[in-house]
């Protein structure tokens, strides 16, 4: 396939002569085990926020080792995500879905045995690669499979899971009495979950939008029978290809037709988390900067606005375009932390009003994150574009992650906040520009637009 953009028809008309697809228990099933991989994906990011004031110690971290252990697993969610997304469109989803949790299950367990910061560093770039690849490949396996009337919600409910995991290993880690032995078991823990996901994912067929995409329409056709209850003649004709596709070159995301969905969806996705996984992987120490007291409790408030933002915005994420959507949340997201950067010498009380709203839109915004990448890309680009972005993404969350410590501590808070304030305004613009509306697209096996 040479490099021209893959068409795209993005009326809703196709939407409306779509038939409707009933949910199925193999759907709820796809679901589940996705939402158990952005569980461990969340409290495996979470959980070295919450160990790392232990591991400075007992290891004699300097503060770039700290920036390099928060951001460790981001980085391997780079490559993993990169890498990995291209070769699902080549060898399909279903390999990497299962196997990326071996690789996670068995780099979590051994954090237990990491006495120094190399070893724990290598292991977390492992933990990263492995979440990197379901990054890319969870969201687009779940999105082929599922029927499009409830694809809004069943993809953004994949962040209510992940903030479940990070906030349940803040928890862990606020209220648990650790030392080092305590803390890398605590990290080592991220292999439970790891490994019930590993579990329950064996068996998970084939997407069948992939399978009909390369020319293997009687799988297809079989997969959506057995699993779907949905029979052949259903299909138009316009979705069963004469021939298989070859796997697009990776300069496809970039040609004409394309480039501008690929590039709006790497800045609104970096946008939106290089602030987030920076303010929470340091939330004590900002915390600490803002001069509020009784950090303890009010970590844990801020962190159940993180759970009840992501269940309140499930409803407008499904509800609302995906456009307004966007440009709404990230628009309140730069006030927020712009009212942070001028109250800064305030009062902790009078901080926390906008740190609490920040939080809420930001982990209700989220859910947005989940459902746009797989809805930017046709089927033969979905791995390598949604992996692009996820890649892109966690550039941009170790960035900030390992800038936002030295930041703290040569520039202070009100500057911190100001800076982090302007990636979000780069944010709002860029959606006012370029953000498309996605939310009546059609799942079929070419993904008609």
């Given at each position: 396939?040479?490099?021209?953009?893959?068409?795209?028809?993005?009326t809703?008309?196709?939407?409306?002569?779509?038939?409707?697809?009933?949910?199925?228990?193999?759907?709820?099933?796809?679901?589940?085990?996705?939402?158990?991989?952005?569980?461990?994906?969340g409290?495996?990011?979470?959980?070295?926020?919450?160990?790392?004031?232990?591991?400075s110690?007992?290891?004699?971290?300097?503060?770039?080792?700290?920036?390099?252990?928060?951001?460790?697993?981001?980085?391997?969610?780079?490559f993993?995500?990169?890498?990995?997304?291209?070769?699902?469109?080549?060898?399909?989803?279903?390999?990497l879905?299962?196997?990326?949790?071996?690789?996670?299950?068995?780099?979590s367990?051994?954090?237990?045995?990491a006495?120094?910061?190399?070893?724990?560093?290598?292991?977390?770039?492992?933990?990263?690669?492995?979440?990197?690849?379901?990054?890319?490949?969870?969201?687009?396996?779940?999105?082929?499979?599922?029927?499009?009337?409830?694809?809004?919600?069943?993809?953004?409910?994949?962040?209510?899971?992940?903030?479940?995991?990070?906030?349940?290993?803040?928890?862990?880690?606020?209220y648990?009495?650790?030392?080092?032995?305590?803390?890398?078991?605590?990290l080592?823990?991220?292999?439970?979950?790891?490994?019930?996901?590993?579990?329950?994912?064996?068996?998970?067929?084939?997407?069948?939008?992939w399978?009909?995409?390369?020319?293997?329409?009687?799988?297809?056709?079989?997969?959506?029978?057995?699993?779907?209850?949905?029979?052949?003649?259903?299909?138009?004709?316009?979705?069963?290809?004469?021939?298989?596709?070859?796997?697009?070159?990776?300069?496809?995301?970039?040609?004409?037709?394309?480039?501008?969905?690929?590039?709006?969806?790497?800045?609104?996705?970096?946008?939106?988390?290089?602030?987030?996984?920076?303010?929470?992987?340091?939330?004590?120490?900002?915390?600490?900067?803002?001069h509020?007291?009784?950090?303890?409790?009010?970590?844990?408030?801020?962190?159940?606005?993180?759970?009840?933002?992501?269940?309140?915005?499930?409803?407008?994420?499904?509800?609302?375009?995906?456009?307004?959507?966007?440009?709404?949340?990230?628009?309140v997201?730069?006030?927020?932390?712009?009212?942070?950067?001028?109250?800064?010498?305030?009062?902790?009380?009078?901080?926390?009003?906008?740190?609490?709203?920040?939080?809420f839109?930001?982990?209700?915004?989220?859910?947005?994150?989940?459902?746009?990448?797989?809805?930017l890309?046709?089927?033969?680009?979905?791995?390598?574009?949604?992996?692009?972005?996820?890649?892109?993404?966690?550039?941009?969350s170790?960035?900030?992650?390992?800038?936002?410590?030295?930041?703290?501590?040569?520039?202070?808070?009100?500057?911190?906040?100001?800076?982090?304030?302007?990636?979000?305004?780069?944010?709002?613009?860029?959606?006012?520009?370029?953000?498309?509306?996605?939310?009546?697209?059609?799942?079929?096996e070419?993904?008609?637009?």
């Amino acid at each position: 396939m040479t490099t021209e953009a893959i068409p795209q028809d993005r009326t809703a008309a196709k939407a409306a002569r779509a038939p409707k697809e009933r949910l199925t228990r193999f759907h709820i099933r796809v679901t589940a085990t996705t939402f158990g991989a952005n569980f461990s994906d969340g409290y495996a990011l979470g959980i070295i926020g919450a160990v790392l004031p232990v591991l400075s110690t007992s290891m004699h971290l300097s503060g770039v080792w700290q920036g390099l252990l928060g951001s460790s697993a981001l980085i391997g969610l780079f490559f993993g995500s990169v890498i990995l997304g291209r070769v699902a469109d080549a060898i399909g989803r279903q390999k990497l879905y299962l196997y990326n949790f071996v690789l996670i299950m068995l780099a979590s367990a051994g954090q237990f045995w990491a006495h120094g910061p190399w070893s724990l560093f290598a292991l977390r770039l492992l933990i990263g690669f492995g979440l990197g690849a379901d990054y890319a490949v969870g969201p687009t396996l779940l999105a082929e499979f599922s029927p499009q009337r409830l694809r809004g919600l069943l993809l953004g409910s994949l962040t209510v899971l992940w903030t479940v995991g990070y906030v349940l290993a803040n928890i862990l880690g606020t209220y648990i009495s650790l030392d080092d032995g305590s803390a890398r078991l605590l990290l080592a823990s991220g292999a439970l979950p790891a490994a019930l996901v590993l579990v329950l994912r064996i068996g998970t067929p084939e997407s069948p939008s992939w399978l009909a995409s390369r020319g293997r329409t009687d799988e297809a056709d079989e997969i959506r029978r057995r699993y779907l209850g949905q029979e052949p003649e259903a299909r138009s004709a316009q979705d069963q290809p004469a021939a298989a596709e070859a796997t697009p070159r990776y300069t496809a995301l970039f040609a004409r037709g394309q480039r501008r969905n690929t590039w709006f969806g790497a800045i609104f996705y970096s946008a939106q988390v290089l602030p987030y996984f920076a303010i929470y992987t340091f939330m004590s120490t900002i915390l600490a900067s803002l001069h509020v007291s009784d950090a303890n409790t009010q970590n844990t408030v801020l962190n159940l606005f993180l759970l009840l933002g992501g269940v309140v915005g499930l409803w407008p994420v499904q509800r609302m375009g995906r456009r307004p959507f966007t440009i709404g949340t990230f628009a309140v997201l730069t006030v927020c932390l712009g009212a942070m950067a001028v109250l800064n010498n305030a009062s902790g009380l009078v901080l926390m009003v906008p740190f609490v709203v920040y939080t809420f839109v930001m982990s209700a915004a989220s859910n947005i994150t989940q459902v746009y990448p797989p809805e930017l890309f046709p089927t033969a680009l979905r791995g390598a574009g949604v992996g692009f972005l996820n890649g892109a993404s966690r550039v941009a969350s170790a960035v900030g992650t390992f800038v936002l410590p030295i930041s703290l501590d040569q520039l202070g808070a009100g500057w911190s906040m100001a800076w982090l304030a302007g990636v979000l305004l780069l944010g709002t613009l860029v959606s006012i520009a370029w953000a498309p509306e996605t939310k009546n697209l059609v799942t079929t096996e070419g993904w008609h637009h």
